[in-house]
């Protein structure tokens, strides 16, 4: 089931393609460098934008649902659960615990009082 539905995608996907591309646009577009003018007289001009742009909703509603079928019912159900290699490592080794300052300064010789 998963794979015929991954074929699906990819034909749907190809077809979106093929029907985006085939839409004319402000420069022609590819209806126009491909012989769009001849789509344009089998429909008719303003037939043949309504069928584009029909068939580009269409296609894409079908891509987002079936995107969304695969990804909630088929890729969850192939996931195992599996430990992280931070999980499988070893417990961390503890940090040493600061030593808390003493309540008078350590004096170096350089700060002790010079005696004469």
Do not use: H, W
């Amino acid at each position: 089931m998963f794979a015929i539905l991954i074929f699906i995608e990819i034909v749907v996907s190809i077809l979106l393609i093929v029907v985006v591309l085939m839409q004319s646009s402000k420069g022609g577009g590819l209806a126009g460098t491909l012989g769009g003018s001849a789509v344009g007289t089998m429909f008719g001009v303003r037939r043949t934008a309504d069928f584009l742009g029909k068939a580009t909703m269409y296609l894409s509603a079908i891509f987002i649902l079936l995107c969304l079928v695969i990804n909630i019912f088929f890729l969850p159900g192939k996931s195992t659960t599996t430990e992280s290699i931070i999980q499988r490592g070893s417990a961390p080794t503890a940090a040493p615990r600061p030593v808390p300052p003493t309540s008078q300064p350590a004096t170096t010789p350089a700060q002790q009082p010079q005696g004469k």
